[in-house]
Structures are given as structure tokens and as C-alpha cells.
């Protein structure tokens, strides 16, 4: 640390001045000097280090670019766009490059750099130098590269113009290679008054194919190998964007000769996205926010920029609480919900329990090791699409993290479980449904204690997570129990989970399955305030099934609806007032089932009587007929139907019917059906059988 006394900015200039006239210098390491007061043009300067250049003062780390890599850099280089206005800029001597690593700005600077020369001598210099104090050699050195510069702004534009001056005495140039930020190159071009190139990664099948070349020389060979993989393939493989370093990893994959011979695509594609995921798992080790970004991206990929982040962001709040459960923190707010309950932490003895932390306001850019193997499809408000060059690093995380980091599950699951809407919260079920997949249903046993414990979206997670499992081979035993266990369980959160693995939406169990346990979810039912809320959750998910369900599935329903509303319980309620929607719906799809045979028919006149007696469901199933009937006017097949049901409901007698018939008999001559009530009203009249009582009477 250096404390100064006096602060002229004009004095700042001259301290390379002083560092070069010693007589003008007092050196005292670690000393003490009389600090009398000091008058006109002297100066005093406290510091820790010797002075620059004095003695004992360390060499800059630097040191010559290996020929071997220089001539790598040049034999396989792609040029990228900006090349042609790199080499113009450094014709002043110094050149700013800013550009996201990963993406060739070094191969570019060498190149730039060794231009119009066979054998160039270059240095590189350490990112940590000070370059206002640095200079080149007089002699023998071709050009300087300084890669990721610790502090450009610790520059002035009279420091770059000394640069320029003495590289050019030198015979030498200078590219200094940035990390590319936003706004970095227009601060650099403000405050420098230097042209800036910002770089963009060349064209990604063009450094495949020079790499491929270099690697298999064999151009027939090369013919056959792209063939058997398939040029749909490899084009996946080398999507725009791509960083350089990938597409030479594509290209070494498909020269490297394998056990079974030429590589097919399916087997580079995966062995591509296994080491990748095993390098990216392997570096989320280091801090936090690598493993949330890349769970994130992982879970969300196709999903706005603004959710993957926004999610990355609670994930990594959550993973510093989990580490330091001692400090609560304040429980974030959402748009329509006040605020999350704690959330318990599952997981190993001695994991305790934290809340849910509040993210932050603004979610951080992705790390530039995920950055640059994912792309954002703009969609014209800032909210791009963002997803992984090549999707299929997402199913290979989870491989990897199964395979090596099972640790991270518990908290996993935590975060899986707050899924801010049913988008997220179906990415949310396929997600934990894969782990379950890997794990052979182990990582199922988690879900319990998030859903006694979690957010209210963990049950549709947990749901999602248990159909989607339910048809994979090694979780579908565990998953399948646990849906069975759940149905009848007396907590309402895992009844709930059980209503939601129902759901049509959620990689579908079967009609016939989905039925019998909504049927032991109703079963179970008490008399608490959540015994209504579940009994509403089994009826909107009767209805999504009914109105997404093939004929197969709309018939299981029907057939199972019209068994339970022959019992007096919460089944046979809940099915005489789901039915009369089912009928306003798909009135049509109905009136066909009438000439679907005797069973087909009896199950809808069933149904149709049990809802015109209940009483909370009979304006409702008054309603459907009377759509019904307005539907059908003018269409003898459809008014053929209809007086077939009628026929079939008078010789039912039940007293919702009569009630219906003698309302539409007192109605206007306009309401839809009055015909067809007064006919059957006289056939009710004067048919045989033991007529119900009429009431009215």
C-alpha cells in the first residue's frame, strides 16, 4: 500500500520520471524519513515495495511464446470477423482486443501478432503487469501479448501514446487482450482514445475442418468418417456460436479411431456432452455460483434469460444459507404470493434447516465457463431463449452428478421444489424424475419431507417428478408405490402430490391408474378445511384429462364417473357435479356415446339423472341439456340423439328429470328443448310405471 501526501494530478505524471532519475529519489525500504514540512517541487512518498526499478525491484513475469504453440496458433488458425480491422488498428503499435474467453482470442492476437513474419519472436507478458511502468526491449522482440489485463483503467491515453512511441523505436507491437464485459470496449475506447477490436469467434466448421484436416490426413478417410456420423449431426454438433476450442474437440472426437471403429453420431454426440459435463461439474466445485448457474441453465435451457438467472440466483442464496444456517434471511416476494414458508433442508444428519433466502435484485451474468457453451435466441424484449450449444450437456450433468456429486441432492431438491410457475414447475418434475432415473429411484425418498416442509408449488413438482418416473424403468417401482402409498396418506400435501402426478400435462400415467388413485385420494378425505381444496383439485384435473384425453381416455372417465355416483359419499358428489362440465364441453362427443351401445348409453343417462337429483349440480346439468338442445336444432341426427336420452331419461323416472321437464314446460316458446320437454312430459304422463312424484305438486 503506498500513502502519498499531496494529491496534484500533474505530479502523478511525473513519477515515471522520478523512477528514471534516481538522484531525485530517496529509497528506504521499510525505513523511517524525517517528514518536515516540504516547500516548491519536492515530494513525499510512504511505500511498502522498493521503488520502481530500484534495486531488488522483481522482473515482470514474462517470458517467450513457445515455437510449438506459435506455429499451432498459425497452421490451424480460422480468421475471424474483424481480422482484416485488427491488423489495420495495430498498425499503430498497440491494440486493444476485448472479447469472452473461450471464444480464440489468443490464437487471433498471436496471429496478429506474427503477420508478415516466418519466424516472429514474440513475449507474453503477465496480466498482473503495470503497464505504465513496463517497456519493451530495445531489440529482437517482434511483438508483446498480454492476456487478460488485471486493470486497463490504471492507464492514461499519455501512457498508451509513450506505448506507441517506444514500441515503435522497439520495431515491436502490442496486443493487450481483455476479458469481455458489458460497455468494457466503449469505457476502453472513452478513456484510452484507442480503437478497440471486439472480437467475435470464427466460423466454427471452418476450425473444425482445418483441425480435421490436420488430424486425419486421409481425405477419403475423412469422407467416410463424416458420412457415418451424418451431416445432420455434425451440424448440430457446430452450431453458430460455438467456441473454437469445442470445435476442435468435435474434430479430434470424430479423427480419434475407437473401439468399434469410425464413431456414429449418436455416440459422438454423447461422448462430446459427457466431457463437457464433466468439466463444467468439476469447476462447479471451486465457488457457489458455478453449480447454480449451471443447474439452472440444466433445468430451464429454452426457458427467458431473465428465469434462468432468476433462478440461478434463489439456487445460489440457497446454497450460502444451507452453508451458514445461522442467519435467517428474509423470504423473498413474488408477484401474486406474499411470501414462501421455510423450507427444511433434507439431506444428511447435521444438514439443520434455512429459509428461503431472498434473491438478489439483479440476477448476475451466467460464468464464463457456462457462457460459452450456451446461446440466447433473441426474441425482441431482451429475454432470449437461453439454452446450451449443445443440448445434450443437460441429460450429462445429471450422469455426472449422480455418478459423483449425489451430495448435492438434497439441496437440489430444495430448490426444484420452489418453482415459481407451472412452466418452471414442469422443467422442475422432468428434472427431478432424470435424477430419479440415475439413481434407480433412490433420490424419490427426498420428496416426502420437501412436501411437508416446502412451498406450495412442491407438490406439483413432487407430482410431475413421480409420473414422469412412473414410466422409467429404473425409478417406475418406487415411483408407482409411492403414488399408492401417498393416495391415502392422512397428510394433504402428499394427497396433493398424488392429484397432480394425474394431471394430463405431466408425461401422462394411465387413464385407468390415474382414476383409481384419484378415487383413494377422495377415499381418504376428512373433515378438515383441506379436504375441499383437494376434492376441487381432483375436479379440475377430471376435467384437463377429459378435454386433452383420446376417445380411450374420455371413456375410462365416463365409465369410472358413472360408478362412483352410485355411492353417497365425496366420490359420488364430486362426479354429479364434474359431469354436467364434461357434458357443456363436448355435448357432441356424448350424444355419439348414445349410439355406442347399451353400456356406452346407460353410463350417460346414469350420470345425467345423478346430477339433475343432487341439487348443487342440477342448474348446472339444466344448463348443459338446454346447450345441448340449442345445439342440435336443425340437425336430425343430432335431434335423433336427443330424443333418444329423453326416452331413456323418462324411463328412469327420477325426480331431477321431472323437475327439468316441468320447468321447460312453464318456460317460453323460445327456449331450446320445449318441444322436446312437452313430448316427454306427456310420455312421463301416460307411460307405464310407477311415476316419481311430481315436484311441483
Known sequence: MTTEVGSDDVLDTLLPELARDKSMLVVAPHGTVNTGTVHGDQRYAVT????????????????????????????????????????????????????????GRQTLALNLLAHGRAEPVLVQIDGAVDLAHWRPRSRGVHGYLVMNLADPFSLRHWDVTRL???????????????RGTPDLARAVEERLDVRVLRHRPPDPQEVFSLHFASLCPDAQ????????????????????????????????????PGPAGRPTAAGLTAGLA?????????????????????????????????????????LLALIRAHHAPDAPPE????????????????????????????????????????????????????????????????????????????????????????????????????????????????????????????????????GRALAASSRRSPAAATAHALLEEWSGAPE????????????????????????????????????????????????????????????GT????????????????VAGLLAALTFPVLVAEEHDWFGDRLSAGQEAADQVVALVCASLDEASAYPAMRDALLTWCAGAAGGPERERRLEALFARLVDRRRPGFLRLLMSLERAPQTTPGKALAERSLTRWRGGPGPAAADPSA
Open 492 to 551: 394433504p400435501a402428499l394427497r396433493t402430490a398424488v392429484v397432480a402426478a394425474c394431471r394430463p400435462d405431466t408425461d401422462g400415467l394411465p387413464a385407468e391408474v390415474a382414476m383409481r388413485l384419484l378415487r383413494r385420494v377422495l377415499d381418504a378425505l376428512g373433515d378438515d378445511d383441506a379436504a375441499a381444496a383437494t376434492a376441487f383439485l381432483v375436479s379440475g384435473t377430471l376435467l384437463r384429462r377429459f378435454a386433452a384425453g383420446a376417445p
Open 48 to 103: 511498502d515495495s522498493p521503488a520502481p526499478g530500484g534495486p531488488g525491484v522483481p522482473p515482470v513475469r514474462q517470458g517467450p511464446v513457445r515455437a510449438k504453440d506459435l506455429r499451432a496458433a498459425r497452421r490451424r488458425f480460422a480468421r475471424p470477423p474483424g481480422y482484416t480491422a485488427g491488423l489495420d488498428a495495430l498498425g499503430s503499435g498497440v491494440l486493444f482486443v476485448v472479447g469472452p474467453p473461450g471464444t
Open 164 to 178: 506507441e512511441e517506444e514500441l515503435e523505436k522497439a520495431g515491436a507491437r502490442l496486443v493487450v487482450v481483455l
Open 274 to 314: 459427457a466431457a463437457e459435463a464433466a468439466r463444467l461439474v468439476s469447476a462447479a466445485d471451486d465457488a457457489p455460483a458455478p453449480p447454480a448457474h449451471l443447474f439452472s441453465v440444466c433445468v430451464h435451457q429454452g426457458l427467458g434469460r431473465n428465469t434462468v438467472l432468476g433462478r440461478a440466483a434463489e
Open 221 to 256: 478417410e475423412r469422407a467416410r468418417r463424416r458420412r457415418k456420423v451424418g451431416q445432420a449431426a455434425l451440424a448440430a454438433l457446430l452450431p453458430p456460436g460455438l467456441p473454437p476450442g469445442k470445435a476442435v474437440r468435435v474434430a479430434e472426437a470424430l479423427a480419434r
Open 331 to 462: 423470504p423473498p416476494q413474488r408477484s401474486g404470493e406474499a411470501s414462501r414458508p421455510a423450507l427444511a433442508l433434507p439431506g444428511p444428519a447435521g444438514s439443520g434447516a434455512a429459509g428461503w433466502p431472498a434473491p438478489t435484485s439483479a440476477a448476475p451474468d451466467l460464468p464464463a465457463g457456462i457462457a460459452a457453451m450456451c446461446a440466447v435466441r433473441e426474441d425482441g424484449d431482451g429475454n432470449g431463449a437461453l439454452t446450451f450449444l449443445w443440448p445434450a450437456v443437460g441429460e450429462a450433468v445429471w450422469d455426472e452428478v449422480c455418478r459423483e456429486r449425489p451430495d448435492w441432492l438434497p439441496l437440489l431438491h430444495v430448490w426444484l421444489g420452489a418453482a415459481g410457475d407451472e412452466e418452471q414447475a414442469e422443467r422442475a418434475g422432468r428434472a427431478m424424475a432424470a435424477v430419479a432415473e440415475r439413481t434407480a429411484g433412490r433420490s424419490l425418498g427426498l420428496l416426502a419431507d420437501l412436501l411437508r416442509t416446502g412451498p406450495r408449488t412442491a407438490a406439483e413438482v413432487a
Open 554 to 569: 374420455r371413456e375410462t372417465i365416463v365409465r369410472d364417473l358413472a360408478v362412483w355416483v352410485r355411492t353417497e359419499d
